[in-house]
């Protein structure tokens, strides 16, 4: 065996030991043979003085081992202003999607339009063979101007009767007269008995006149009445007839793509049978859910933006806001109204959307700069006059170059290496990251 090697590591074994674990007496001894500094110059004791003593001066040395205070380095972060978007996970839905379904029954007569066609508002999707209805319409229309042609007669009966009941009223003041002259002068002895039960029975005539007179107008005015009636029943039928007809033809409610065929022709359509689902893609909702705890950041009209599970990136803004939470989940439904004029967004992709909110003052460190206190609570140790401090943080969100946290000063000395190494209340030796980088 070879005793050179042997020796070397022994020797390697003590130099480590004295530069890791006993440092101070290494130094000691390495300063017994470096010779006494000589003095500055006026210009470079005012920069030392300025500056502080550098590392590569004794003195620096011997004040560094004689301070047992720990060493740490240190971050001055400023607090900027950064957007705060919320995160959530949603999907697109159709801005409508119905099942036009028929009213009536009936075989279909139209040609058939083929899913995927593009129908405009008002286009006819399905026809229904109408069978008698049109003979019924015009059965309708007939008693309708029968029951027309019946109000001018009742119209005409009214003059009539009133001239009547007037004839019947002066009759009645003519025998009212005529009696009391009789009467007065079958009470003074010029006048028969006779003349004046005569003039009485004038008289009780002429009452009941007035009386059938009355009755004449009543009954002309009922049938005028009657006659109106019969008009707007007639004009009911007739609407009836023509909205059973309108049935027959169903139309497209709105502008969008037809998701199945139209009936086939032939089929048999009964009351609510299905004709065909349309569907309204532009412009198009973005769906998500939001967190009780977040939902007071989403506002009307914040713009949003989102990333689709084919990789198309969107923009919109927030049109509605849920004010009742879902029994299950405990989130909140938010839709946000996308422009797809060219129909490239299909319903019920998977989409990651965020809603833009109020900036919010952070600061951006290093993810190992953060730890925890004995209590569990996430946070950083700061400096303050040579002090360590525990200061609780919240994360805003995790970037390439470090997270966002609130919950520090505008201004904060922000330990991020030897944190793990001191607690709060210990005074430390600093070193600015600025002066080391």
């Known amino acids: 065996m070879k005793l050179f090697p042997i020796l070397t590591a022994v020797i390697v074994c003590v130099a480590l030991y004295f530069v890791v674990l006993d440092r101070a ?11 006494e500094p000589q003095s500055a110059p006026q210009s470079v004791a005012e920069d030392t003085a300025e500056t502080g003593a550098t590392d590569d001066t004794p003195s620096a040395d011997v004040d560094a081992a004689e301070d047992d205070r720990i060493h740490v380095v240190v971050r001055r972060s400023e ?22 379904a028929s009213e009536t029954s009936g075989r279909i007569i139209s040609t058939p339009i083929r899913a995927g066609a593009f129908v405009e508002e008002g286009q006819v999707m399905c026809e229904i063979d109408p069978g008698t209805s049109q003979s019924a319409l015009e059965e309708a229309q007939a008693r309708l ?3 027309r042609a019946r109000v001018p007669e009742a119209e005409a009966r009214l003059p009539e009767a009133r001239a009547m009941l007037a004839q019947a009223q002066a009759q009645l ?9 009789a009467s007065r002068l079958n009470e003074s002895g010029f006048g028969s008995d006779t003349r004046a039960a ?24 009922a049938g005028l009445q009657s006659a109106s009636a019969s008009v707007r029943s007639a004009e009911a039928a007739v609407t009836r007839a023509e909205d059973a007809i309108a049935d027959f033809t169903i139309y497209a409610p709105f502008s969008g793509l037809l998701e199945t065929d139209t009936a086939e022709l032939g089929a048999l359509m009964q009351p609510g049978a299905i004709c065909a689902t349309i569907i309204q893609l532009d412009p198009i909702k973005l769906v998500g859910f939001v967190p009780e705890a977040q939902i007071d950041r989403v506002a009307m009209g914040a713009r949003a933006g989102a990333e689709l599970s084919s990789g198309q990136r969107v923009e919109g803004e927030v049109t509605f806001v849920s004010r009742s939470a879902d029994d299950d989940t405990r989130t909140f439904r938010v ?25 919010t003052p952070a600061h951006l460190l290093p993810s190992s700069a953060l730890t925890l206190d004995d209590d569990g609570r996430l946070g950083v140790r700061s400096v303050v006059d040579g002090v360590v401090e525990f200061v609780e943080v919240q994360m805003i969100r995790d970037t390439p170059n470090g997270v966002l946290l ?3 000063p505008d201004v904060a000395d922000v ?20 002066l080391t980088q």
């Open 406 to 408: 609130t919950g520090l």
């Open 145 to 147: 101007a029968e029951a």
């Open 25 to 35: 007496s290494l130094t000691n001894f390495a300063a017994r043979f470096v010779p």
């Open 79 to 100: 607090a900027q202003v950064t957007e705060n978007a919320v995160l959530m996970r949603g999907r697109t839905e159709a801005m409508r999607l119905v099942n036009v």
């Open 415 to 434: 330990i991020t290496v030897g944190q793990e190494f001191v607690t709060a209340g210990v005074e430390v030796r600093t070193t600015y990251e600025e």
């Open 198 to 221: 005569s003039a009485a029975a004038v008289l009780a005539a002429a009452e009941a006149g007035v009386e059938s007179a009355a009755a004449g107008l009543q009954s002309a005015e």
């Open 173 to 181: 003041t003519s025998a009212e007269i005529d009696g009391n002259a």
């Open 335 to 359: 839709e946000i109204t996308v422009p797809n004029a060219e129909l490239l967004i299909r319903d019920g992709q998977t989409a990651d959307i965020l809603v833009q909110t109020e900036g």
